[in-house]
Each structure stands twice: as C-alpha cells, then as structure tokens.
C-alpha cells in the first residue's frame, strides 16, 4: 500500500472503514497498521501528542489478521462477523485488559496486568476490533487536562501547547490526531464530552446503566460511565452499540437495552422536536467565540425545523459544589483499596517500625499524585461523622434537584442544549495551580452525570478569537439516547455543509507540526 | 499477662443489675459468596476460593447473591422480625488488609430485618424474651495469621499472612437490643440465647452452625448499674465468644470484672475485650469510642435489595417448625417427664429417637434404647450418638425380638455390639451367636432346683409369702444358664415349684 492510502486510511471514519472492510477493498491489517503507522509519526518523542501509555501492537495486528482469515475463507463465519470486525480502537487506560497493563495513569498501578477483561473490552473482543493500546489520562481520571496523568500531559492536536481536556484527553487526542478511528472513554463529570469539544471530536456519556461498568476502575461509582469517543456521531452510536446493554456483573446496569442507535444517528431528522436551550449554562462565564458557535448551531436547527424553546434549571447552579462533594467521598472509598498488599506499587517506609499501616501510607504517599490525594482528602472529611449530613447528605439532596429540574426541562423540550464547555483549549500548565479553576470547565458537563442523564458533545466549529474547536453539548432523557444521535446527526450534516467538510480538515498537519516542534 | 481485679459473681449481683446485648454472627452456607461467583467453601488451601471480586482487584463489582438475600429473610422470619420493603448495602471504610477493598460491604441504616423478638426458655422452664434489634447482611473478612511472635499473636509477630477464601464468604449479623432484667441468670441466659440462636439456623438449613468452625460467632456486651438505677452503664465488648460454654463463663467473669472496677470508684473504659478459654479471663482489646468513624455511605456499587410482599410470604410458607415449639409438640406426645425429656435434649438425640418412634419403637422403648445403650457408647467412642451407625430399623428390630421373647434385654444390649461390630442385622448376630432364649424348662427346672438348694434359707422366704426376695434365686438361674433363660419364665417356674400365687 502506498503512503498517500496509508494517509487516506486514518482519514476514514469507522463506517467508512467498516464498508470498505466488508467490500474487500482494504484488509483489517492495512487498516491496523496505517493506525499504528501514525501512533508511531506522532504520539511519541518530546512534543508528540501522548495519548498512548501503551501501544499493542502485536495482539491488534494478530486480531486483524484474523478478521482477514475468516473474511477470506467465505462462509457463514465470514457472514456472522460483526460490522465493526478489523476496525480498530483505543481504550481509556482506566479500563482493565488483559494482556496489556492498566495505569488508570498512576505510579501505584504502574507495571499492573489485570487478570480480567472488563465487559466492555470483551465485546469489544467478540465483535473482533483491534485494540491499538491504551489511552492517556488524568490520574484515576482525576482532572480536565490529563496533565495529572503520572505519564506526562497528551497535547491537543490542535495546538501542543494546549490541553486535550480529561480525563479523556489521551481517547480524544487519538481520535483528533487520526491515531484511532474510535476509542472508549469513561464520563464521571465530563471526562468524555470535554476532551472532545476541545478535540473537535464527538463523545458521548450513555444513559448512567447503559453500558456495564465492570472493569472501569472507579472514581465516582453513581457517577462514572463507560462511553464512545470518535469523529462522527453515526461512529459513537456504532460503538454504544458494541458495548452497551445489561451486564450481569453490573447491578446498576439497565436491563433492557436502549434501542436501535445506528438508526437513530441514520435517520437525521429534527422536524417539529423541541430543543432547549438551558438558560442557565450559557453567557455568563462562556467565552464569547463559544457563544457565538453555539448561537450558530441554534439557528441551523431552527432552519433544520426544530422549535426552540428556553428552559431554566435553576438548581444547576449547585450541581458543581454538589459534585466535588459526591465525587471526592466515593472516590476516597473506592481508592482505598491500592495499599501495596495484593497488587500494584509497595513502598516500604524509610524508617521503622515496619508495620502495615505505615507500609499502605508510604505507599499511597508515594504512589498517588496530588490531585488524587485532595480529593481523597476532601471525600474522607465530606464522609466524617459529624460532617456527613451537612455534606454528603446535602450533596445528595441537591442531587433530586438536579433530577427534578431535568424533569421540569424535559417536560417542555425533547432533548437539551448547551455549550459543552465554556472555554476552548487552555495552555498546557495554565490552570494546574488553580484546581477550582480547573473544576469550572466542568460546569456544563456535570448535571448529566448527577441526573444519570445522557449527554453528547460534538464539534461546534472553531472559536473566532483562537481557532480552537467549540463543542456543542445535547442531552436528553434517561434511556433517551437514541435522541442524541438523531438530533446531533443532523447538527453535524448541517455544520458540515456549512464547513464544507469534517472541522478535523481544518486541523493543522499534525507530522508537520510535530516534526517542526521537534526541531525548535 | 495482667489480671483484672474481679468481685465474685454473688456479691457483684448484691450490688449490681447487668445488662446484656449480644451480636451474633451467622455465616450462611450459601453455594457462592455474598457478591461474587467464588465458592463458599470452609477448610481448603488459601486464596484458592477468591476471584478479582474477592481480591478487590481494580475494576470489579459486587452483584448480590439472591440466596443469601432468601437466607438472610428466612432468619429473620424465624426471628420474628419485620422484612424490609427495600433495604440498601452501605461501605464500613477502614483500613485493615484482612478487608481487601479496605471497606466492608454491610447493611447500617436499613437492614433486612428488624424489630424481632427471641422467646429462649431456661433450663427451669421460665421463658424470657429477648429483644431483636435488627438482623442485617454482610460480608465476612478474610483471616490473617500472624507468625514470628508468639503462639499467633499480632504482638512481637514478624509478618503476617492472608487468606482470602472466608473473604466475602455472607453473613448475618443479629443484633439485640439492650437485656435487662436478666439479674444473676445473666450467663445463663447468654448461653441460652446463643444456643437458640444457633439452633435455629441450622434448623433452617441456612448455615452449617459449627461454632468451633466459626459459622457462628458471638459479641458479648456486658454492662453493670446499681440496683434502682434506670441508666445503662458504660459496656465492654468481649469479642468472637466462640463457644456457648464461652459465652456463660465470658457473661459471667465481665459481670465480676466490671463489678470490681465499679466498686473500687473507678469508671468502666468502653473498649472491645478478647476472651481467653484457658484462663476464662478476658483482656484489654482496642479502646473503642463512639468516636470510631467508619465513615458508612450508602454503596453506590449496589442497587436497594427490594424483597417483593409476595415472596417473604412464600418464604414463610416453607419455615421449618421452630425447634422449641418442636420440642413442645414432642415432649407432649411422647408423654417423657421433664428431666426424661431435658436428658433426651441435652444428650442430643431428640431428631434419633423421633425417627426411630417413626420407625416403628414405643416412644418408652425409643428412649430406653438411646439412652440406656446408644449415648454411653458413643461417648465412649466420642462420637455424636447419631454418627455411631444405629439406624431406627435396628432398635425396632431389637425391640421387638425382645417382646417376643426370643431374646432378653441383657442379650439384646450384645446383640447391638454384634450390628455395631459390623456382624449383621439382629436376626444375623442372633443366630450366629446363638443368643436365644433357652425356652426348654427342663434345664431350667434343673437349675432352678440348684438354685433352691444353694439358697434354702430364700426360698423359705418366699414360702412365707415374701415374693421380692425371688430375685436371688432367679439371678442364680440366669447365672447358671449364662443368662440365655427368659427371666420371666424362671419366675413363673420357682413359684410354681414353691406352691406360691401371686
């Protein structure tokens, strides 16, 4: 194959490389390689983009070529593969494999090997994807930059100086840079839909329940969500598609499943729905180049046929506060267990005695970073005797506020719009020094996750006053996915034949890009 | 080892009234863990029943086992509590690595079951009620040994090892509320209670109840206050009272305890005590405040466990009769007197002697057999009288060989030895031993006109109408026939012969 198919291949979006798989015009391992061909021009090295902790070369060719085998022999096997078979991905490095190490971005898992698959990565094993690697993350995906990643920060491929956002920056940088078609996320506040409205990429956190947990490394347990991440809304709803559905390993996954996606994302009609617009997640506090984007996306729709209405959720204002108090108190019980006894980092103390209290605090010391440590510090107050109801137990009564304003809203409209996040991409190290800084990127992101709604952010355009992509968030009922993909299939068409092609097309050359930045 | 001033038990209850509270946990029996597929299993090698659930590993989580939920609402039905119409889990958060997720997955606020009540009947007959707080769900830990000190000991120990296997392993945990009243039965009534307690798990098939195995382990809490007094004083927890003789001795030697600090003007310090059997002493554990901060959330991992109205009552259709109104029913029906009826109970052969009446003895004759010849040889052979292989079809078989008088008592006992030692049914060691009765009265007259010689003196004795001493003369005949004579016919033959009517 030559250079310029290899560079055509990446460019393809999953359909796309589905269809041409299914058609024999290219092979799985073609497809697999030329992915592996960009990691290797772009990701690593001192200014690459970093979105891989490990790329899993041999297992993702191996898969390929047996996708190729059965392809070639014909036959009822040939017959029974499925669609997204040869097409490959990447996997939020929070998510267990076996066979390849889990981080969760960490020193204190550093060198891990899960001996289980989680759920998610069997199907994504039964429906034959290559996995290409492991994506980069903030730490215990603790963070909206992935620069508390242990590993080092991913760089947006939009400018290398920026964030990607996170904790999902390593899957959405991937996925921008062309190093994967698709790659999994997990959503605990808005860890998939941020990294993708700063990425120009699509992402979406399923309803809570819709896709089984089981071997996502917890943060948040109410909160957290395994979802897809891509560059088409038909791409994300082909992977929920692969992943989603009840687990029974997972007791807070839905029992039934949550409708035809594909079709939704196929069917592309707006005509006569009502979108809202949530007067609380806009002006104030979004950039103007933000805000212009997403008044753009409102007229399209109009003009597509849709009915604007506004709706107010008033006790959104709260959601913020009221997550970094849930949030921190699971994850302080959920991270209790890496202590060095069973698996992962053993620090001894420098001093003796040699007891096992001190073992488990040297080797948190020393294994956790200082985003995770605040958090678990902040969730061990918030649970404290005394405390609990003033904190946790307000959190959660502001939680049903959330829920009924949702309510209130999804009464008057079908699904929800919003800014996805009130900035573009910020500098690398920009914000590190100012967590609460930090945690307002989330503003927007986090009411679904507390509501257990779905949400998806796909790209807007870019900024006026810097050229980075805007994400345009839509949510919708719970179990109401298919909403999102039939509505954001339409936004993307309309803002395509407005761009005249995909956003990513206006990205700069990445090989350039990196390679000139080597140079400097 | 330091030794606690203790008061003696009777002036401490001259002085002071003891409140009790016990929790007791059972551990079910279930096929699988309590939330995860790992089996259930006591004794095999270390870390072999676990999987990644077991072993906290990143990434998992719990699902509930329904059978434990089913368990766990048969316990408290049979403890007369109400069942939950939904109930959540909550995670205990410490740090300890006997816990491999560094919490316990337990039930705080909203257990399965609660407001029960155990009526447990003393060894007079009194009944006293004890109240049930709650009984809830859990998750065992797994077991740390501690090597390198001394004898197992955490104290001096170089390092320590872990088996997950009981990691995870279902349990129930029943709480009572506070025991008043008790007064110097106070031990009594904790060995009772346990006892019951026990008794009706594995009446119900929920957990193996070995408590030498663990499957039930008890918490003792012992207050004291003066007589009068309506406040409850400061406790002590004695923890993993493991034996009911344990609970009595612990109850009783904390009463003497407390009752010497309170004496001597000091306060009693609430801390958990560990209990000693070889000293049947209890020492300082931890201190244990209401400080203690488990930071209990609701788990999150989990959604509430809601037993639906329709199966609780579908599950209280097939409860097994309670074992004291059981031993009502049969101490009634087999017509045995109290102390007949307490030495079948405690001699543990209630289940053989129903099932050999069932078989076919008299309830008189069922007891006689189990009690007179079957319990003393177990005991000799230290087993329980239900393991030493006598079926209920033997004894019947023996009985009615007897009442048929082919053989005599003293021959049936032999022939039991016979079945025992493996020589074959009765009617096989019968007539390979050649025990019949000798029914010939030929040989008999013989002897029994030996008998008469040898002892003139007695048979003139009878003569003069005192029949009761005939039992020298009819001992001398069995003694003479190797005791292969009918007793009865012996009688029967010495009055004939010495012109005596009775």
């Not at chain 1, 198919?5 to 024999?24: P, Y």
């Not at chain 2, 945990?173 to 009772?192: N, Q």
């Not at chain 2, 052979?381 to 006598?390: F, K, R, S, T």
Request: hydrophobic share 40%; glycine share 10%.
């Amino acid at each position: 194959m030559t250079e310029t198919n290899s560079t055509e291949l990446i460019r393809l979006s999953a359909a796309q490389l589905a269809a041409k798989l299914a058609a024999r015009e290219v092979t799985a391992v073609e497809v697999t390689q030329a992915h592996l061909d960009r990691i290797a021009a772009v990701d690593g090295g001192e200014r690459g983009v970093n979105a891989f902790l490990h790329v899993n070369t041999e297992e993702a060719l191996a898969v390929a070529a047996e996708v190729d085998a059965i392809r070639a022999a014909g036959g009822q096997a040939a017959q029974e593969l499925h669609e997204l078979a040869g097409v490959p991905i990447a996997v939020k490095d929070l998510i267990v494999t076996i066979g390849q190490p889990t981080t969760a971005g960490s020193k204190i898992l550093e060198g891990w090997y899960s001996p289980y698959d989680a759920t998610v990565v069997k199907k994504l094993r039964a429906a034959k994807m290559p996995i290409l690697g492991k994506t980069n993350l903030d730490e215990f995906a603790m963070g909206s930059s992935t620069e508390h990643s242990a590993f080092g920060p991913t760089r947006n491929p939009w400018d290398l100086d920026r964030i990607p956002g996170g904790s999902g920056g390593g899957s959405a940088a991937a996925v921008a840079a062309f190093e994967a078609p698709l790659a999994l996320g997990t959503d605990t506040g808005g860890s998939i839909r941020q990294p993708g409205a700063v990425t120009g990429t699509v992402g979406v956190k399923p309803t809570y329940g819709g896709v089984s947990r089981y071997g996502a490394i917890a943060m948040a347990s109410s909160l957290d969500q395994i979802g897809p991440v891509s560059r088409t809304v038909l791409d994300s709803a082909l992977l929920q598609q692969v992943i989603g559905g009840h687990d029974p390993h997972d007791s807070t996954s839905l029992p039934d499943p949550l409708g035809d996606l594909v079709a939704a994302a196929r069917l592309g009609n707006v005509d006569g729905m009502k979108i809202g617009i949530i007067k609380e997640l806009h002006g104030e506090g979004y950039q103007a180049g933000v805000e212009n984007r997403f008044n753009e996306s409102l007229e399209l729709l109009k003009e597509a046929g849709a009915e604007i209405v506004e709706v107010s959720c008033p006790n959104f204002q709260y959601a913020l506060g009221a997550y970094y108090l849930i949030m921190p108190s699971e994850a302080s019980s959920n991270l209790a267990k890496f202590d060095g006894v069973r698996y992962g980092l053993r620090v001894l103390p420098e001093e003796p005695p040699l007891t096992i209290e001190r073992v488990m605090g040297a080797t948190r010391a020393a294994g956790f970073g200082d985003e995770v440590k605040r958090r678990i510090i902040l969730g061990t107050y918030a649970l404290s005797a005394g405390y609990y109801d003033a904190y946790y137990g307000s959190a959660q009564k502001v939680r049903t506020l959330i829920q009924r304003d949702f309510e209130a809203a999804f009464a008057k409209a079908d699904v929800l719009i919003s800014p996805t996040a009130p900035t573009t991409a910020f500098k690398l190290g920009e914000k590190l020094d100012d967590p609460l800084a930090m945690y307002l990127n989330d503003v927007a992101t986090i009411p679904a996750n507390m509501a257990g709604v779905p949400g998806l952010s796909l790209p807007g355009g870019l900024a006026d006053e810097d050229g980075l992509p805007v994400g345009i968030q839509l949510l919708a009922p719970a179990r109401e996915d298919a909403r999102l993909y039939r509505v954001g299939a339409v936004l993307e068409s309309l803002l395509e034949a407005k761009w005249g092609g995909p956003l990513l097309d206006k990205a700069p050359s990445l090989v350039e890009l990196v390679e000139t930045q080597e140079a400097k | 080892m330091s030794t606690d001033a203790t008061l003696s038990f009777e002036e401490a209850m001259e002085k002071y009234d003891p409140v009790l509270g016990f929790e007791v946990h059972v551990e079910l029996n279930t096929k699988t863990k309590m939330f995860s597929s790992a089996p259930n299993v006591f004794g095999d090698e270390p870390n072999t029943n676990v999987n990644e659930v077991d072993l906290g590993m990143p990434g998992v989580l719990p699902v509930v086992n329904k059978t434990a939920v089913e368990s766990s609402i048969k316990i408290g039905l049979a403890l007369n509590c109400k069942i939950a119409e939904s109930c959540r889990f909550a995670r205990k958060n410490y740090f300890y690595p006997d816990t491999p997720k560094n919490f316990q997955t337990s039930q705080y606020d909203e257990p399965i079951a609660y407001d029960g009540y155990l009526d447990i009947e003393l060894e007079d007959g009194t009944v006293f009620r004890v109240e049930i707080e709650r009984a809830h769900m859990e998750e065992d830990a797994g077991k740390l040994t501690h090597l390198g000190g001394s004898a197992g000991r955490i104290q001096g120990a170089e390092y320590s090892l872990v088996d997950y296997n009981r990691a995870g392993v279902p349990l129930v945990e029943i709480v009572t509320k506070p025991i008043e009243g008790a007064g110097s039965r106070a031990p009594e009534l904790a060995k009772a209670y346990v006892a019951a307690v026990r008794e009706i798990v594995k009446n119900l098939g929920v957990s193996d109840a070995k408590m030498e195995r663990g499957n039930v382990r008890c918490d003792a809490n012992v207050s004291l206050r003066p007589h009068g007094r309506e406040r409850f004083g400061i406790r002590s927890e004695t923890k993993n009272v493991n034996s009911l003789r344990a609970v009595e001795h612990a109850v009783r030697y904390e009463i003497q305890r407390h009752a010497a600090v309170l004496d001597s003007g000091e306060p009693v310090i609430q801390e958990t005590r560990h209990w000693h059997e070889d000293t049947r002493t209890t020492t300082s554990g931890r201190a244990k405040s209401d400080a203690d901060d488990y930071r209990y959330f609701p788990e999150p991992d989990l959604v509430p466990v809601v037993p639906s109205r329709e199966w609780v009552e579908e599950i209280r259709q097939t409860l097994p009769e309670p074992p004291a109104e059981r031993r009502k029913r049969l101490k009634q029906d087999w017509g045995y007197s109290d102390l007949e009826f307490r030495d079948v109970v405690n001699a543990g052969v209630l289940d053989e002697i129903e099932e050999t009446i069932t078989a076919g003895a008299s309830a008189s004759v069922a007891r006689k057999w189990w009690m007179g010849e079957i319990v003393g040889r177990a005991k000799n052979a230290d087993v329980d009288p239900g393991q030493l292989g006598v079926t209920p079809a033997t004894i019947v078989e023996l009985s009615r060989m007897v009442e048929a008088g082919k053989i005599n008592n003293k021959m049936a006992s032999a022939v039991l030895d016979g079945v025992l030692a493996g020589e074959g049914t009765p009617a096989e060691v019968v007539e390979k031993r050649g025990l019949a009765v000798v029914s010939d009265d030929g040989p008999l007259l013989e002897a029994i006109d030996a008998a008469l010689a040898a002892q003139p003196d007695v048979a003139e004795k009878i003569r003069g109408g005192k029949v009761q001493a005939i039992g020298a003369i009819v001992g001398g005949v069995m003694k003479a026939t190797r005791g292969q004579a009918d007793a009865g016919r012996v009688r029967e033959l010495i009055l004939e012969k010495l012109g005596v009517t009775v």
